[in-house]
């Protein structure tokens, strides 16, 4: 299991781009986690933002040596951190989805996500940082996001960020392990049974064409490709930022909007 060495720091432009520098000059140990009170830039895919008020969410980031992957099983590191987050969520109480590729919901609003950066060497994932932003205790949000929400929200209560940072860091560590210990087969069942809408048909946008489509989730490949079945039982496959469900496309808000992995 990870033995998570914990570095706290009061102020940072992202944990993921100051754990990546210092991965970058030293060799530090799998488990190393940058933990920041205020992250002033916190970034998701493709430039999107992270909104999250100073000493009120969890914004931390985890250092993860995963040589025992190729990398086209890269997504599968996702999996298991979206698992990890549902599990410890799901242990406070309330019912949790995964929104691919690995957002956290709470029925329709967004409450956790996660950037995911790798570093290879090869065929070979030298390190991965796993960068997390969950709202705990903040209880109103200001940017222009469309569904976020926070733990507070959900329970009506506030929680002790310090006693549920180890909480967390555990369920990573079991799923992790899984991972290592090569229960794939069991993480991507558990990973589908946890994917927010598949239980039925939606309407879906094309995002580059504008074409839109219903069809039913049906498969998450290990490099992390979505598959959905359309209407005409024909398999379609998209990356990351191709596709969105209709209603969050026309609200602003693509199916993958604000985090993902890079």
Same mark, same amino acid.
């Given at each position: 299991m990870i033995d998570f060495k914990i570095d706290k720091v009061s102020e940072t432009l992202s944990t993921n781009e100051l754990l990546k520098s210092l991965a970058d000059r030293e060799p530090l140990p799998e488990g190393y986690t940058v933990v920041a009170v205020a992250q002033t830039a916190g970034r998701g895919q493709i430039g999107a933002s992270w909104e999250s008020q100073p000493g009120q969410n969890l914004t931390f980031s985890v250092l993860l040596r995963p040589d025992f992957l190729k990398a086209d099983q890269m997504f599968l590191i996702s999996k298991v951190v979206a698992l990890a987050l549902t599990d410890y969520l799901e242990s406070t109480g309330g019912i949790f989805k995964i929104k691919w590729p690995n957002d956290i919901y709470h029925f329709d609003s967004k409450i956790c996500g996660t950037l995911i950066e790798n570093q290879f060497?090869?065929?070979? +994932?030298v390190y991965? +940082?796993?960068? +997390?932003?969950?709202?705990v205790n903040q209880e109103a949000f200001i940017s222009d996001a469309p569904n976020p929400v926070s733990m507070f929200n959900i329970f009506d209560k506030k929680f002790d960020l310090t006693a549920e940072l180890p909480k967390l860091l555990h369920q990573i560590a079991v799923w992790y392990q899984m991972l290592a210990d090569g229960w794939e087969d069991k993480i991507n069942e558990s990973y589908f049974s946890r994917l927010y809408r598949t239980d039925k048909p939606y309407d879906f946008i094309a995002v580059e064409s504008g074409e839109r489509f219903t069809g039913q989730i049906a498969y998450v490949e290990s490099n992390g490709h979505l598959t959905i079945t359309d209407s005409k039982g024909l398999p379609r496959r998209f990356w990351f930022k191709e596709v969105a469900f209709a209603d969050r496309f026309n609200a602003g808000q693509p199916i993958n909007e604000i985090e993902g992995e890079s």
């Amino acid at each position: 299991m990870i033995d998570f060495k914990i570095d706290k720091v009061s102020e940072t432009l992202s944990t993921n781009e100051l754990l990546k520098s210092l991965a970058d000059r030293e060799p530090l140990p799998e488990g190393y986690t940058v933990v920041a009170v205020a992250q002033t830039a916190g970034r998701g895919q493709i430039g999107a933002s992270w909104e999250s008020q100073p000493g009120q969410n969890l914004t931390f980031s985890v250092l993860l040596r995963p040589d025992f992957l190729k990398a086209d099983q890269m997504f599968l590191i996702s999996k298991v951190v979206a698992l990890a987050l549902t599990d410890y969520l799901e242990s406070t109480g309330g019912i949790f989805k995964i929104k691919w590729p690995n957002d956290i919901y709470h029925f329709d609003s967004k409450i956790c996500g996660t950037l995911i950066e790798n570093q290879f060497m090869g065929d070979k +994932i030298v390190y991965s +940082i796993v960068g +997390i932003g969950l709202n705990v205790n903040q209880e109103a949000f200001i940017s222009d996001a469309p569904n976020p929400v926070s733990m507070f929200n959900i329970f009506d209560k506030k929680f002790d960020l310090t006693a549920e940072l180890p909480k967390l860091l555990h369920q990573i560590a079991v799923w992790y392990q899984m991972l290592a210990d090569g229960w794939e087969d069991k993480i991507n069942e558990s990973y589908f049974s946890r994917l927010y809408r598949t239980d039925k048909p939606y309407d879906f946008i094309a995002v580059e064409s504008g074409e839109r489509f219903t069809g039913q989730i049906a498969y998450v490949e290990s490099n992390g490709h979505l598959t959905i079945t359309d209407s005409k039982g024909l398999p379609r496959r998209f990356w990351f930022k191709e596709v969105a469900f209709a209603d969050r496309f026309n609200a602003g808000q693509p199916i993958n909007e604000i985090e993902g992995e890079s």
